[in-house]
């Protein structure tokens, strides 16, 4: 990437954090933010069973899937629209926002009234149509980095959003395909200490999906948080074990309350706070 200090996500173009309301959270605060909440939708006694659950321990923002990109066709692709409304109904009862991924354009504007946060998930973080689409539009994005590409396009994959006119965006760093199967995918906390040197933006990271296991998921966690990271999004269910997708990633409500336990004496040795 050449050095041009026109780059809207550059600390070039502007020194301090960038920092925006979504709700009553103050995003790139000094508290690290937590969102939680199942891979998928599956039904509003399940979605209202792990809010409860996940706000109590200290959330404060709800994410669930509505439309799934899956590997296989065969795999349970989400509840759509029916589900995009339950996670809305269960955010309004909660007060909390809402974040989850979109999945084309069409959907923007729907998004755009129902969302909180918008997420773009890895397969489309190079879709730049949809990139610009966002950027034309007000509410926040959560974008994360694609299977495979650099900290340089992740970059300038938020380029499109910003320079469209959207100066609310989130990087999310979710992992990436690398030699390592012990995880699926390898988790570079370089990349997130990088990205978050380069850009005044504020950084999210999604250690559900880089760990793949369960097991994984919380010492991801607190490792993203000594890193600097400002936000983080965690797959949580009221049952893993009969969860319709990623299962195997899908931290319990309790075991996602002793992961909230660490990350506070994390975020408290570094100077900053979870709620």
Not at 2 to 28: C, P, T
Not at 58 to 68: D, T, V
Not at 78 to 90: P, T, Y
Not at 118 to 146: C, S, T, W, Y
Request: net charge neutral; proline share 3%; glycine share 8%.
């Amino acid at each position: 990437m050449k050095n041009d200090n026109s780059y809207k996500f550059s600390r070039e173009f502007e020194k301090a954090d960038k920092k925006f309301q979504v709700g009553e959270l103050l995003i790139h605060g000094n508290e690290v933010v937590i969102a939680a909440g199942p891979c998928s939708v599956e039904s509003e006694g399940q979605m209202l069973e792990t809010a409860k659950g996940v706000i109590n321990a200290g959330a404060s923002i709800l994410r669930g899937g509505a439309f799934k990109p899956r590997t296989s066709p065969y795999s349970f692709q989400g509840l759509g629209v029916e589900g995009l409304e339950i996670l809305e109904k269960v955010g309004k009862k909660f007060n909390v926002p809402i974040v989850t991924e979109i999945m084309n354009t069409e959907l923007i504007d729907l998004y755009s009234e129902k969302v909180d946060i918008i997420q773009v998930g890895a397969r489309n973080a190079q879709n730049f149509d949809m990139l610009k689409r966002l950027g034309m539009q007000k509410r926040p994005v959560l974008l994360k980095n694609g299977l495979g590409t650099t900290v340089d396009e992740w970059l300038m994959s938020s380029e499109y959003i910003l320079s469209n006119g959207n100066d609310n965006v989130i990087l999310c760093y979710r992992g990436a395909r690398g030699i390592e199967n012990a995880t699926r995918f390898s988790m570079d906390i370089g990349a997130v200490v990088v990205a978050k040197k380069i850009s005044r933006l504020p950084i999210a990271v999604d250690p559900s999906h880089a760990a793949g296991k369960k097991e994984f998921v919380k010492d991801f966690a607190l490792a993203a948080i000594a890193a600097g990271a400002d936000m983080l999004e965690i797959e949580v269910h009221n049952n893993p074990e009969k969860a319709l997708s990623d299962k195997e990633q899908q931290l319990s409500i309790e075991e996602f309350g002793e992961l909230m336990d660490d990350a506070r004496v994390v975020a408290k040795a570094i100077g900053r706070k979870i709620r």
